[in-house]
């Protein structure tokens, strides 16, 4: 059993940022593979950003590349988000995730399927 608890979401202007952090509990939290999602009102929830087990791999959906910077802290058993330059379209639920499908190499882990713990999200809300 892994707990996922995500914090740092707010109310910023555009072209602000924030950092989003997601604390991971009740198993090794060097196990699993972590990744960050989010879903929007009306939408679909949509894949952001996933990180290898030992951090040495990251994905990022074309939306957020050059923007976002994804990371972890095993001191802390946290993942993060970075998230700069922010825009209205980034607006959304974030939900962080971890998932035991990674089996090394470059990380490809972009479908909610592949993920077996999820956060409850944090809000993030981008004004123009």
């Known amino acids: 059993q892994v707990q996922l608890v995500e914090s740092g979401g707010g109310l910023v202007q555009a072209g602000g940022s924030l950092r989003l952090s997601c604390a991971a509990s009740?198993?090794?939290?060097?196990?699993?593979?972590m990744g960050w999602f989010r879903q929007a009102p009306g939408k679909e929830r949509e894949f952001v950003s996933a990180?290898?087990?030992?951090?040495?791999?990251?994905d990022y959906t074309d939306s957020v590349k050059g923007r976002f910077t994804i990371s972890r802290d095993y001191a802390k058993n946290t993942v993060y988000l970075q998230m700069n330059s922010l825009k209205p379209e980034d607006t959304a639920v974030y939900y962080c995730?971890?998932?035991?499908?990674?089996?090394?190499?470059?990380?490809?882990?972009?479908?909610?399927?592949?993920?077996?713990?999820w956060g409850q999200g944090t809000q993030v809300t981008v004004s123009s």
């Open positions: 995730a971890a998932s035991s499908s990674y089996r090394g190499g470059s990380i490809y882990l972009r479908y909610e399927s592949e993920y077996d713990y």
């Open positions: 009740g198993r090794a939290f060097s196990s699993y593979a």
């Open positions: 990180i290898s087990w030992s951090g040495g791999n990251t």
